[in-house]
């Protein structure tokens, strides 16, 4: 008697997270043992396998079907309602999980990159005010990157959150070679704007052949019949597209007008010169031709070896032929 006054307790308070889960906004079903056997019976008369599917050693299992839409806010209600002493698996987990360890882990990533990327400029230019200078056209660019993906309609986070990241990486010369190119102008022109013209006509095609082959490149990932290509390659195509906009607008305008703190902020350079370095690759420059042609045909024969896997399925499987 006592045994079946607790299950009865047990199946009570499981039909209480039922009706809480089922109640989620995004939730579309709940299954459980209530749909598959009549629970006011005592569970020893019911069909054993039946109970096992769903109920087993006082601990219930619940299969929920979720609505894409609402995945990561119906997983974290739902986590919520059965506490942290209850396990929750499934597909929908996972992807709620990879979501937000990756969009937490691209914040750290970008946090990083943007002072990586600050300390080479420091080191790379000659003004300490050049760096923000670039950073700040950057910024612009990805702001507007950002924010036209709404012509898309959707896409996914990964590109969301990745993306930002990769048009810093891409579109960083761009700016560099203007500004460095308007320093070398005004050498030899005193009026600002005259050397910014200069100095657009002489970078202009330099820039665009960078830009336009990494644009050419991302569009690319289009033809990828695995649809997160195609997603990452037009919001990538369509930033760098827009970088080059902004470096041939904006980025002009920009540097006229902070033109004036850029020459008092001038500092000497911080880098040695790479003369004696130059010279030595161009007394080497055969013997490594020779080298690499050497290697490619080795290096080809050992990428057509490699293995590959996909999704997390290989961690899952290293780990088990740990345990066996």
């Given amino acids: ?33 209530d749909d598959s056997i009549d629970i006011t019976e005592p569970l020893e008369t019911a069909d054993s396998k039946a109970v096992e599917n769903y109920y087993k050693d006082n601990l219930a299992l619940m ?29 929908a987990v996972s992807t709620a999980a990879a979501t937000e360890s990756t ?28 760096p923000l200078i670039i950073m700040l056209g950057l910024g612009v660019a990805i702001l507007i990157n950002m924010g036209s993906n709404l012509i898309f309609g959707e896409i996914s986070f990964v590109s969301n959150a990745a993306g930002s990241i990769l048009q810093l990486a891409v579109s ?3 700016s560099v070679f203007l500004l460095h190119r308007f ?10 704007k005259d050397a910014m013209v200069d100095a657009l006509c002489k970078s202009t095609s330099s820039i665009l052949s960078s830009g336009l082959t990494t644009v050419i490149g991302f569009a690319a990932l289009c033809l990828i019949r695995f649809k997160i290509g195609a997603d990452l390659g037009l919001v990538l195509a369509k930033g760098v597209a827009i970088s080059l906009i ?14 004036k703190l850029i020459d008092k902020s001038h500092h000497r350079k911080l880098l040695p010169s790479f003369n004696k370095f130059g010279k030595f690759v161009s007394r080497i ?40």
């Avoid at 979720?66 to 597909?91: F, P, T």
């Avoid at 080298?291 to 996909?310: D, E, K, R």
């Avoid at 961690?315 to 088990?320: A, C, F, I, M």
């Fill in 172 to 174: 960083l010369d761009y």
């Fill in 285 to 324: 420059m055969i013997p490594m031709t020779a080298v690499f042609v050497i290697i490619i045909a080795p290096t080809y024969l050992a990428s057509n070896a490699n293995s590959f896997y996909y999704g997390s399925s290989h961690h899952h499987q290293r780990k088990r032929s740990y345990t066996l």
């Fill in 103 to 130: 969009v937490s882990e691209i914040a750290k990533i970008a946090a990083i990159v943007v002072a990586f990327v600050l300390f080479v400029l420091v080191l790379t230019t000659t003004s300490w005010a050049e």
């Fill in 246 to 259: 902004t470096v041939f607008v904006f980025m002009p305008n920009f540097i006229l007008i902070v033109y």
């Fill in 1 to 33: 008697m006592l045994q079946s006054a607790t299950i009865s307790l047990t199946v009570i308070f499981e039909l209480e997270y039922k009706s809480k889960i089922s109640a989620v906004e995004g939730v579309s079903s709940v299954t459980w043992l």
């Fill in 183 to 192: 320093e070398d102008s005004r050498k030899s022109i005193s009026d600002p």
């Fill in 63 to 91: 299969s929920i079907t979720i609505d894409e839409d609402h995945i990561l806010d119906a997983v974290s209600e739902i986590r919520n309602i059965v506490g942290s002493d209850n396990k929750m698996e499934g597909s």
